[in-house]
């Protein structure tokens, strides 16, 4: 019996490393999909994230391609061996069934919709625990009289805003503790991180003298600090935390209210 016609061949060769092309690229891409979890659980550590997040289910849709690539490829090379011996019997009419390239496809669609729920529930479940975490910082803050703002810029170009604040309105910048600075002169390393010390003695000094003890927390300050998140915050004594502490006339309030005015300025 004749064999098939050498263009039956070489269409069969193509069709062959058509399918090698799809296994490698499902294995590729498995491979990158596993990894996007590890890497999302590292850079938590790193950070020092309070808790894991549910990264794992990315390394079952990652192996799961990587599998499904296996098989393509086994099963190309099986068919590919299946249909030659068949054009060298000159059986070159027969149709061939349509089974795996819908099967693939088909897969990869439902593979890729899981991807896309998986994914977006990673994004609510990150966004619900950002805003947790401003909830505990608002709610320590309640509890030891800090009050922290949060700001709209780095905490270098808030300083800088502050600044300009400050020397627009006759407050003298006292002295500028840059904390994380002086960790890394002695190697370690610390979030950005600055304390501007700030006053006028003609605002301050009547708060001394009406309550001596305020001496302790004044002059006023505010920490212009970065947390794990890279979310800027602006902090201070609450004004009423001070009052109260200090047992501040309700007429000298006024005094020390300026640093809610000036931290509000420097946030935005």
């Not at 069969?12 to 799809?22: D, F, G, Q």
């Not at 795996?100 to 990869?108: I, K, R, Y």
């Amino acid at each position: 019996m004749p064999k098939a016609d050498l263009r039956d061949y070489l269409a069969a060769e193509r069709t062959l490393l058509a399918w090698i092309r799809t296994g490698l690229a499902l294995m590729g891409f498995g491979f990158v999909v596993a990894r996007f979890g590890l890497f999302l659980q590292q850079l938590r550590v790193f950070e020092h994230a309070s808790s894991a997040a549910p990264y794992g289910f990315s390394l079952w849709f990652g192996t799961a391609l990587i599998a499904v690539g296996v098989l393509v490829n086994a099963g190309s090379a099986w068919h590919h061996i299946k249909l030659v011996r068949q054009l060298d019997r000159g059986e070159s009419g027969r149709s061939h069934s349509l089974f795996p390239t819908v099967a693939t496809a088909l897969f990869l669609a439902l593979v890729g919709l899981a991807m896309a729920i998986y994914l977006v529930s990673v994004r609510r479940s990150a966004t619900i625990e950002s805003n947790l975490s401003e909830d505990n910082v608002m709610a320590a803050s309640e509890n030891t009289g800090i009050v922290n703002k949060s700001g709209a810029h780095t905490v270098d170009q808030t300083v800088d805003k502050l600044k300009n604040i400050l020397q627009t309105n006759g407050v003298t910048l006292i002295a500028l503790v840059d904390h994380s600075g002086e960790a890394e002169k002695v190697g370690m390393k610390m979030r950005p991180t600055k304390l501007p010390i700030f006053g006028r003695p003609k605002a301050g000094t009547p708060l001394m003298l009406a309550a001596p003890s305020i001496v302790i927390d004044l002059t006023l300050k505010m920490l212009v600090w970065e947390d794990s998140n890279g979310k800027v915050w602006l902090s201070y004594n609450s004004p009423a935390y001070l009052a109260e502490r200090h047992g501040l006339p309700e007429e000298f309030l006024k005094n020390v209210t300026v640093v809610e005015v000036l931290a509000t300025a420097a946030g935005q």
